[in-house]
């Protein structure tokens, strides 16, 4: 079945620094959505990505979807505090399948 | 504002019991889901429902059940809770039709099995 791999797991950056996560799909997917975890809360949805190539921004956060939309990223510039959390990807495969979840990264940001 | 609900933040239950979850949208959303979440794995899928009374198994489904009676409500039932069970379990909704396919959580229930 349809697998959505992440990485990293983990990472540790001083505020400041940027951080870029990538999500990689054992297949094609027909859109990818990005999500953020607060320490003790539940995912909530960023951004939904559906075209090839596609790239959007959310003030510091640029997302992207690769020209065969298999992978993504999640670049934040200048991170602060306030980033601090999991951000999970999340596939859907072609055909209206069901939405799988990569295995998420954890970031931490130290002052 | 969109509203997801669980019954319970935190519960610890023993072995063998059976154990029911609660989850309620007031969305009035046609689909929703039961997720668990493990670290390191990420969300894994349990079941899911696009309709009043329709179920699907998702990715881990072994262990549980669901009821979905009404729109608003689905239920994860552990019919004999176990301890690899303990996890933090997240419900979710969303509209079948819209163009956007987010997906709205709850604030999850962490679940203890003793």
């Known amino acids: 079945g349809q697998q959505v791999m992440q990485i990293p797991q983990y990472q540790h950056v001083q505020e400041g620094e940027d951080f870029t996560t990538y999500c990689n799909s054992s297949t094609t997917l027909s859109n990818i959505q990005w999500y953020k975890q607060r320490p003790g809360g539940h995912p909530v949805f960023l951004i939904q990505?559906?075209?090839?190539?596609e790239v959007k921004k959310q003030k510091r956060l640029t997302f992207q979807f690769g020209e065969a939309k298999k992978n993504s990223s999640l670049h934040i510039t200048a991170t602060q505090t306030t980033d601090v959390g999991t951000y999970f990807c999340a596939g859907r495969g072609v055909g209206f399948q069901k939405l799988v979840f990569g295995t998420g990264t954890r970031l931490l940001v130290s002052p | 504002d969109v509203k997801v609900t669980q019954s319970s933040r935190y519960l610890v239950k023993r072995t063998g019991e059976k154990v029911f979850l609660e989850c309620v949208q007031d969305m009035d959303h046609e689909n929703m889901f039961w997720y668990r979440q493990d670290p390191g794995l990420g969300l894994r899928l349990i079941y899911f429902s696009y309709d009043v009374k329709m179920k699907e198994k998702g990715d881990i489904p072994e262990g549980y059940s669901v009821s979905r009676e009404k729109k608003e409500r689905f239920s994860l039932i552990l019919e004999s809770a176990s301890t690899n069970q303990t996890s933090m379990y997240l419900c979710a909704s969303n509209p079948s039709s819209g163009g956007r396919d987010e997906q709205f959580f709850g604030p999850g229930t962490r679940l203890t099995v003793l």
């Open positions: 990505l559906v075209k090839s190539g």
